[in-house]
């Protein structure tokens, strides 16, 4: 028998990954009643901290990159900023790339890298080449195809690949650059090139910009999204698992949702003039299919990279390295099975017990996907075989824990642009319905935060239309508090 939950919402949020989640936060602040349905048992989605033995792990996100003035906002506003851990290492400090095998100091500044011997005489000349390359038109042209074009193939094997492959998951061969590297094919169009375009930004960024931070959270990241999900104005649901959203007609013309979902209660339903799926794309697609069966079509098409992140502590006397940096990336030339090796106890207090060290290594992707099928202890074995002599490892792992993600992060893969595209145009035949998350607008959680609140502006702005009494109380970002308490 279905019961109904509390009757009516102005949105409903499927989803309670960071995407949903700070999605209904921009809601609730401009006034507007939103409940967050999520599946599981927790809220989060991909984010999760675990403490094993006095190491932290994280299960997906180790740390927000940020350099976009509304996630500080977003920050500040929420109250998060006081649970934020600032990293021990300056952004400047070393990274390493591994170069014939072995691990090679990345230099930090424009200059040091255009010096290092990590390019030959002909990568430095086409490197300066760069702002006389004319731009190009293809919407659809690959992060490799970019990448070369403007600065030679060395460049995209040496910085690029590694990159895209370390830190997406995701083969810049295939990855959309307009949307994979968004920053800098949009210097190009601006700029017509990137070089003068980063001269033009570094005078202005006196006057303008501030400088690129990562951080993470007092008790890992899962703060971000518990604190948001504790917050009573959000209506966070666990254990909701939607299975049917309903479209009802009504007599002006106009429409609503129905959302239904299973939940330890039993069966719900709630009535909702703004439905925000904010749950992996095929997920969405399963929901979405009744009602347009070309959106769900296009939703099930999105490409996933598999993933395992495989979490080694380790006793400190245990390594010869000093791991006086973040970590490392794998160019995929150096053959090794390893995408990357971030040195977490490096980068975080409190990663590790005293002595101790925490190493997040990440096994799998577009470049090895078959990776996700080794057992948890063939993972481990895997990772030590390529960090063991990278760092001098002597003895054995004092911990050990595997988190593997069959999904682990959408690819903006091959013809990407027509498929977002398409998708924008069978929405709008679904007045009402808004997709929200990682397939689209990016992955990172700086990228989710700045596409939640254009999603939620946009209902905000919907809703001001169709109740046009209410619209004055809705959505003025400067007159209202936080709504999530600081710690005394
Ligand atoms: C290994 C890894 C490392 C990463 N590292 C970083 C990093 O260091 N920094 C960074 O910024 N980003 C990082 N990311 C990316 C970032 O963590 C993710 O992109 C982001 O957390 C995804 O959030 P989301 O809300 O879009 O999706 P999800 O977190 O997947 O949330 C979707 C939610 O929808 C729920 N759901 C699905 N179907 C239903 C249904 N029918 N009814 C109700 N609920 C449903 C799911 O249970 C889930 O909770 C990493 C990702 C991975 C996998």
Not at 365 to 373: D, K, L, Q, T, V
């Amino acid at each position: 028998m279905m019961s109904y939950s509390s009757n009516e919402q102005d949105v409903i949020v499927i989803g309670g990954g960071i995407s949903g989640l700070a999605t209904a936060w921009y809601l609730a602040k401009s006034g507007l009643s939103v409940q967050v349905w999520e599946k599981s048992s927790l809220c989060g989605g991909k984010i999760k901290t675990d403490n094993i033995n006095g190491f932290q792990t994280e299960q997906a996100a180790s740390m927000v990159m940020n350099f976009k003035p509304e996630v500080d906002q977003f920050f500040n506003q929420t109250g998060l900023d006081s649970f934020k851990a600032q990293r021990l290492l300056s952004s400047e400090s070393q990274r390493y790339l591994i170069h014939q095998g072995k691990l090679q100091a990345l230099p930090m500044t424009i200059s040091k890298l255009f010096f290092s011997s990590l390019w030959t005489h002909s990568g430095k000349l086409k490197l300066l080449m760069e702002p006389f390359i004319s731009k190009g038109s293809n919407p659809n042209e690959s992060v490799s195809e970019f990448i070369t074009r403007r600065f030679g193939s060395e460049f995209l094997e040496k910085a690029m690949e590694p990159f895209i492959s370390g830190t997406l998951a995701s083969d810049p061969d295939k990855a959309c650059a307009r949307y994979v590297i968004p920053r800098l094919t949009a210097l190009e169009r601006k700029y017509g090139s990137i070089t003068a375009g980063i001269i033009v930004h570094k005078i202005l960024r006196k006057r303008t910009a501030r400088n690129p931070e990562s951080f993470s959270f007092q008790q890992g990241m899962q703060t971000i999204t518990q604190q948001l999900a504790d917050d009573p104005k959000l209506g966070f649901q666990a254990n909701y698992q939607v299975d049917k959203i309903i479209r009802h007609n009504t007599k002006n013309g106009q429409h609503h949702w129905e959302v239904q979902a299973q939940t330890s209660y039993g069966d719900i339903q709630c009535k909702a003039r703004h439905v925000v799926i904010a749950s992996p794309a095929e997920n969405a697609a399963q929901l979405l299919k009744p009602l347009n069966q070309q959106l769900g079509d296009l939703l099930s098409s999105i490409e996933y990279a598999p993933l395992s992140v495989v979490h080694l502590g380790f006793e400190k006397s245990a390594i010869k390295h000093s791991l006086n940096s973040a970590g490392f990336l794998v160019p995929r030339q150096e053959k090794m099975s390893i995408n990357g090796n971030l040195w977490m106890s490096s980068l975080f207090a409190d990663k590790a017990p005293q002595n101790h060290v925490l190493l997040s290594s990440y096994l799998g992707g577009a470049r090895h996907p078959g990776m996700i099928n080794l057992s948890e202890q063939e993972s481990v074995d895997e990772v030590l075989k390529n960090i063991k002599p990278l760092l001098g490892i002597h003895s054995s792992p004092v911990m050990a824990k595997v988190n593997k993600h069959h999904q682990a992060l959408p690819m903006y893969h091959d013809n990407y642009h027509q498929k977002l595209t398409a998708m924008e145009e069978q929405l709008k035949t679904l007045s009402g319905m808004h997709l929200e998350a990682n397939y689209k607008g990016g992955v990172s959680i700086r990228d989710r935060i700045v596409s939640a609140k254009n999603t939620a502006e946009n209902i905000i702005q919907q809703c001001s239309i169709e109740h046009p009494s209410t619209s004055a109380s809705l959505f003025n970002p400067l007159s209202l508090n936080p709504i999530i308490e600081k710690p005394a």
